[in-house]
């Protein structure tokens, strides 16, 4: 669903040449929302500031996590639209 339904919607943003919907996708699902430390947050997922300066794949510049994590803010809100929610939603529910 990330890859056909949410990244045709933010795909032609010119710095997102760089980033595939796979890499974008995993960094979502693995650190953001779904890294050890997300939990200890209030709401479950890192905020901007922790993700950026300190988490990620080590490959990924600064520019690459704050690019990130805005798509990470996008496909909350997209998901919100549809009161959709993905597996990590369930996750932190529970």
């Not at 669903?1 to 760089?18: G, Q, S």
């Not at 595939?20 to 929302?33: D, G």
């Not at 209030?42 to 901007?48: A, E, F, I, M």
Request: proline fraction near 3%; glycine fraction near 6%.
């Amino acid at each position: 669903m990330f890859e056909t339904k949410f990244w045709p919607k933010v795909a032609n943003h010119k710095c997102l040449k760089k980033l595939s919907p796979t890499l974008v996708w995993t960094e979502i699902y693995s650190v953001i929302k779904g890294g050890m430390q997300s939990c200890s947050y209030y709401l479950g997922y890192l905020p901007k500031h922790v993700y950026v300066k300190s988490h990620g794949s080590g490959f990924l510049t600064y520019n690459e996590r704050r690019l990130i994590y805005f798509l990470y803010l996008e496909y909350e809100r997209w998901k919100s639209e549809f009161n959709a929610y993905d597996f990590m939603d369930v996750v932190n529910h529970i």
